[in-house]
């Protein structure tokens, strides 16, 4: 009775695989029942046997393989499914909130240019405000290099020494960007230049400056004190 229930189990487990192998073949005839079904006396197996070789097959069948691609099928279809709705919820939230973020963006880069904006202002501003003060400094240097005559060496080396700074003042101008405005022998302008009087000349035409009192400057658009001149009556 017990050969019985370990040949049945046997073949219960083979098949419900779909396949005997070797070693199940080995098994069933090496079971009591089958020599008594048989009738011939069972004989050691001389069959060798390569598990290996069996399974590395049962993976390179092509039920397997078929098996396999309907599982990656069916997994694609299920991702496909996914991207759909990930898609309709996407959509549906662009067209509920879609202008929405449009508003903000644009708020966002308008609030950030007009900030920008005020920073160059701000910037700007204070730039003619400290050049304003300085503008003195320059005005004193200049008066005092037009009256001043050096005598001596010692004269000589004090005054090269005060346009030594003098120069230094007017390098960190150019570095921000402030310069002199243009006079004599230009057009007159009423933005950059303010008439003192009108005088003949004979080396200029009418409306060109003539001759400069009081330098101008500017920095970049932005106007610090015109220049004081005399216009070709």
């Known amino acids: 009775m017990a050969a019985i229930k370990l040949f049945i189990a046997t073949l219960c487990i083979t098949f419900s695989n779909g396949f005997i192998t070797a070693p199940t073949r080995h098994a069933l005839r090496q079971s009591p029942l089958y020599e008594e ?44 499914e996914s991207m759909e709705e990930v898609n309709a919820v996407y959509e549906a939230n662009k067209a509920e909130w879609g202008e929405k973020f449009d508003k903000l963006n644009d708020e966002s880069r308008l609030m950030q240019e007009r900030f920008s904006k005020q920073s160059v202002d701000t910037t700007a501003e204070a730039t003619v405000d400290v050049i304003k003060q300085m503008l003195n400094v320059i005005d004193t240097y200049e008066r005092a290099f037009n009256a001043v005559e050096p005598s001596t060496s010692e004269q000589e080396g004090i005054v090269s020494e005060y346009k030594d700074t003098y120069d230094k003042i007017l390098s960190c101008f150019a570095e921000l960007n402030v310069t002199k405005i243009e006079t004599v022998g230009s057009e007159f302008d009423y933005e950059l230049h303010q008439a003192m009087m009108q005088m003949p000349s004979e080396d200029h035409e009418e409306g060109i400056v003539c001759q400069e009192f009081a330098p101008g400057w500017i920095c970049g658009d932005r106007l610090i004190r015109p220049a004081m001149v005399a216009v070709a009556a």
């Open 37 to 80: 079904s048989s009738g011939e006396t069972a004989e050691p197996s001389t069959e060798p046997t390569n598990n290996g070789g069996e399974e590395s097959d049962i993976l390179n069948s092509a039920a397997f393989l078929q098996r396999k691609v309907e599982v990656l099928q069916g997994d694609l279809k299920k991702l496909d």
